[in-house]
């Protein structure tokens, strides 16, 4: 168990950022140092350059002269000027120069030199090598403090050749450098550390939202939604964790209202359910014995589960909305169509029914769908009212929206009744009285106006009946109207 937990830490976000940075700071100082020791070994090898050219120069301003200062006379030899110039000059730290006349050693001063002598190849080499002019130029020989640089340059005075050689050994220098990337090494595993150390609260704070968010999630369950994660700052952590809850928020009202719903279903399928269950069971036990009243009693239950088969296919057909082929559209001519849902809603009862308008033009939408929407809307319309009363059908069509209404002359739509008449299940105060209902007939309604893209209306003035209208946009395939 204890190796899982240490597994998944180290797989966890968290340790994954640290890895990364602590990684990061490990490449940049190691870049960093190599980048150092580069800078210092060229400052290092440019100034053993200047100190050769310093030497030749100095020894070239005496050939140049050409005067002995202990005769007054001209140099003889290449010897003369070495004794000279050796006699003058003493080389510094980690430092020796060196004469060859003819092939053969002549002077060489070491006092200061981290060796007691060269290697005899070397010298071998001094002696019988032609020397570079290009003292720019520095060459190396090994030894075993390391490498040694030096620059040769030819002296020839008259008959006598002459070979000048200074050679460095930068050991004290090159030590420098070994404890710079010592103390190098030393900072970065420092700044590791404390780097590691701080980059591990800052993404302990940094993922803390991300936390929250996974044991907000953990605890939530589908009876229990209330879980939030708290918001205290205005980053990217914060704006995730604020999509997250308002996605609770939306996932809460989603569970709630299918709560709501499942029990208002349950209720209303538990009435005629009732009903029939009663009443066959008076058959079942004999209670009913006349054939009359066993017809009469079978139709009053074939009607009970008649209401139910149609508040079943309400419900799937509220459930199917959101089912990509729910609409099938076509273009509609809205005057032929209003003229249409007027025959078809004089078949539903007695009432002086009336077109108010027919607007000309085509629409885009499910011909079906909006029928069942408005035969609802008359359903509604003859329920509310008294036969021989007035109920309106008419459509109008802009050049945003089409809308279509069903107008009665009933007693129309209560103040507190109206923000809920389209939720599923509410009727209004009196509604139970004149008819009997589900309740679902006008939330049908707006489902499908609303898988148009439109919404719905009602209006209802006092004493002046009700006017429910679709509202739809006025579109074919294309972006226009026709």
């Given amino acids: 168990m204890v190796g899982a937990a240490r597994f998944r830490v180290l797989k966890s976000i968290r340790a994954r950022v640290l890895l990364a940075f602590i990684a990061l700071i490990v490449l940049s100082g190691v870049?960093?140092?190599?980048?150092?020791?580069?800078?210092?070994?060229?400052?290092?090898?440019?100034?053993?350059?200047?100190?050769?050219?310093?030497?030749?120069?100095?020894?070239?301003?005496?050939v140049e002269q050409g005067v002995?200062?202990?005769?007054?006379?001209?140099?003889?030899?290449?010897?003369?000027?070495?004794?000279?110039?050796?006699?003058?000059?003493?080389?510094?730290?980690?430092?020796?120069?060196?004469?060859?006349?003819?092939?053969?050693?002549?002077?060489?001063?070491?006092?200061?030199?981290?060796l007691p002598s060269l290697p005899q190849p070397v010298m071998g080499q001094f002696a019988t090598s032609a020397p570079d002019p290009a003292v720019r130029r520095l060459r190396t020989f090994d030894t075993e403090l390391g490498a040694a640089y030096y620059a040769t340059w030819p002296v020839r005075v008259g008959e006598s050749f002459?070979?000048?050689?200074?050679?460095?050994?930068?050991?004290?220098?090159?030590?420098?450098?070994?404890?710079?990337?010592?103390?190098?090494?030393?900072?970065?595993?420092?700044?590791?550390?404390?780097?590691?150390?701080?980059?591990w609260w800052v993404t302990g704070r940094l993922l803390g939202p991300v936390r929250s968010l996974t044991q907000t999630a953990q605890a939530i369950s589908r009876s229990d939604l209330t879980g939030r994660i708290p918001v205290r700052s205005d980053d990217e952590a914060a704006e995730m964790a604020r999509t997250f809850n308002a996605?609770?928020?939306?996932?809460?009202?989603?569970?709630?209202?299918?709560?709501?719903?499942l029990m208002d279903a349950s209720h209303e399928l538990r009435v005629p359910l009732t009903i029939a269950l009663g009443n066959l069971s008076l058959i079942r036990y004999g209670i009913i014995e006349e054939p009359e009243e066993q017809r009469r009693t079978v139709a009053l239950v074939m009607d009970e589960l008649d209401r139910m088969s149609r508040l079943v296919n309400d419900l799937q057909m509220l459930a199917d909305v959101k089912n990509p082929h729910f609409l099938q559209p076509e273009d509609i001519d809205l005057e032929a169509f209003t003229h249409e849902?007027?025959?078809?809603?004089?078949?539903?009862?007695?009432?002086?029914?009336?077109?108010?308008?027919?607007?000309?033009?085509?629409?885009?939408?499910?011909?079906?769908?909006?029928?069942?929407?408005?035969?609802?809307?008359?359903?509604?319309?003859?329920q509310n009212t008294e036969p021989g009363s007035l109920v309106a059908v008419g459509t109008s069509l802009s050049t945003s929206e089409c809308r279509i209404w069903v107008r009665d002359a009933g007693p129309g739509v209560s103040a507190e009744d109206l923000p809920h008449i389209f939720e599923r299940f509410r009727r209004g105060a009196a509604a139970h009285l004149r008819y009997r209902g589900s309740g679902v007939g006008l939330s049908i309604v707006r489902a499908i106006a609303e898988a148009?893209?439109?919404?719905?209306?009602?209006?209802?003035?006092?004493?002046?009946?009700?006017?429910?209208?679709?509202?739809?946009?006025?579109?074919?395939?294309?972006?226009?109207r026709r």
């Fill in 31 to 62: 870049f960093s140092m190599v980048a150092i020791q580069e800078v210092l070994v060229l400052h290092l090898t440019h100034r053993m350059e200047e100190a050769a050219r310093q030497e030749v120069d100095e020894l070239n301003r005496l």
């Fill in 68 to 114: 002995d200062p202990r005769t007054g006379k001209a140099f003889a030899s290449s010897s003369a000027v070495f004794d000279v110039y050796f006699e003058r000059n003493v080389p510094s730290r980690e430092e020796a120069m060196l004469a060859f006349v003819d092939g053969r050693p002549y002077w060489q001063t070491m006092s200061r030199f981290a």
């Fill in 162 to 199: 002459g070979t000048f050689v200074v050679v460095f050994l930068p050991v004290v220098e090159r030590a420098e450098i070994a404890r710079l990337q010592s103390y190098g090494v030393l900072a970065v595993i420092g700044v590791v550390l404390l780097a590691s150390g701080a980059a």
């Fill in 247 to 261: 996605m609770l928020d939306r996932l809460e009202g989603v569970f709630q209202r299918e709560r709501e719903f």
């Fill in 341 to 382: 849902l007027a025959d078809k809603m004089v078949t539903l009862a007695p009432r002086a029914w009336h077109v108010d308008a027919a607007s000309t033009g085509r629409v885009r939408a499910d011909r079906h769908r909006l029928t069942e929407a408005v035969i609802n809307l008359a359903q509604n319309a003859v």
């Fill in 452 to 480: 148009h893209g439109g919404r719905v209306e009602v209006s209802s003035p006092p004493d002046e009946g009700a006017t429910f209208a679709l509202v739809l946009p006025a579109r074919v395939p294309g972006g226009g």
